[in-house]
C-alpha cells in the first residue's frame, strides 16, 4: 500500500467516524454514549438521549432504605414487571408496574395521596425504570418521591426480608 493508498484509507475512516457520530447524535434510536461508569463493570447505567436520571431523589444507603421500610415512613412501589415481583419484593411494596403505568394510573391516583411519601424501586442501579416512574409521579404533582437506585438485587443481596407472592 503506498502512502496516498494509506491517506485515502485514513481520510475515508475518520469521515465515517464523524458521520456515524453525526447520525448518533440526531437519531432517535442512537446510542447514548454517556452515562455512569465504574471501572470494574464498565458502564452502570447509561443517560437516555430521552430520559435523564435525576441523582438528587435517589436514596443510595440500603440501611435506610431498610429502616424506611420497616417503619412504613413511605408507600413503596415496585415497578418491575408483576410476574418478577411475584417472585420477590421488598416487604408492604405494591406493584405498579412501568410497563402498565398507563393502564394502572387511575387505580394509583384514587388510591395515593399526592402529598404521600412514596419511594420507587426496581430491579437494581442498571435499571432506570424507576426514575422514569418517579418522574412520571411528579409530572403528575407527586412531589414527595423518592428512588432507592440499588433496588431489589442491593435489597436481596443484603440479605434483607423478602416477601413473595405465591
Same mark, same amino acid.
Given at each position: 500500500m503506498n502512502s496516498k493508498d494509506l491517506k485515502?484509507?485514513?481520510l475515508l475512516v475518520f469521515f465515517a467516524g464523524i458521520t456515524a457520530l453525526f447520525y448518533n447524535q440526531f437519531s432517535p434510536f442512537g446510542i447514548a454514549l454517556f452515562g455512569q461508569w465504574e471501572t470494574s463493570k464498565g458502564v452502570v447505567?447509561?443517560?437516555?438521549?430521552?430520559?435523564?436520571?435525576d441523582a438528587s431523589i435517589e436514596i443510595n444507603d440500603p440501611e435506610i432504605i431498610k %429502616? =424506611? !421500610?420497616q417503619k412504613?415512613? %413511605? =408507600? !413503596?412501589?415496585?415497578?418491575r414487571p408483576r410476574e418478577i415481583y411475584n417472585q420477590g419484593h421488598l416487604p408492604f411494596a405494591v406493584s405498579f408496574p412501568l410497563m402498565e403505568f398507563d393502564e394502572t394510573i387511575e387505580q394509583l391516583l384514587s388510591s395515593i395521596n399526592r402529598k404521600s411519601a412514596i419511594l420507587v424501586y426496581c430491579s437494581s442501579i442498571e435499571c432506570t425504570?424507576?426514575?422514569?416512574?418517579?418522574?412520571?409521579?411528579k409530572n403528575l404533582k407527586y412531589d414527595n418521591v423518592k428512588v432507592f437506585s440499588?433496588?431489589?438485587r442491593q435489597w436481596?443481596?443484603?440479605g434483607y426480608?423478602?416477601?413473595?407472592?405465591?
Open positions: 485515502g484509507t485514513v447505567f447509561s443517560i437516555s438521549k430521552t430520559d435523564s436520571v %429502616r =424506611i !421500610v412504613k415512613e %413511605r =408507600i !413503596v412501589l415496585d415497578v425504570d424507576s426514575h422514569t416512574f418517579a418522574m412520571r409521579l440499588g433496588g431489589f436481596e443481596e443484603k426480608e423478602i416477601q413473595k407472592n405465591e
